[in-house]
């Protein structure tokens, strides 16, 4: 006999008794996500001890890119590298920009080919022309330079 059937009778001692049934299935549920959250919430821990120098955040855009223009062939523009003069910028601060630098999506041209990022290390701006097997140094900036290499 189920709940409806009881509620056809209405006998209220019945209608208490399906009442109960349901809180008790209510509270199951609710044991059971509690349950099922916690064994979550420990098996979590459990991988982030087991794997504690793993890059969790390596498959966003910015640093797939990043990994790119550090893999590749890297070349600089005879433009930049007049820019990188004027300023006094040497290849191993642009190597230092190519391991610890960011990418600026707002600023790059993601949408064009070929594709242009803007690479941020402190307070040196750079453009990066990305292909398949090169990346180009396009264009080097910093904030209190101005150079008139064209």
Known sequence: MNCEEV???S???TSDICRVKEMTSLMNFKQRLSRYLLGLGIGCVVVFMMFPNHDWLGWTPGKTVMKQIREINFVIDPVAQCQMDCIGINKDQIQLARKDGHIDFDKSAVQSVPLIYH???GNLAMKVQLEDKL???KEVSAPASECNCN
Do not use: P
């Open 7 to 9: 509620q056809r009778i």
């Open 11 to 13: 006998d209220s001692d």
């Open 119 to 121: 690479l941020e290390y």
């Open 135 to 137: 990346a180009t140094l």
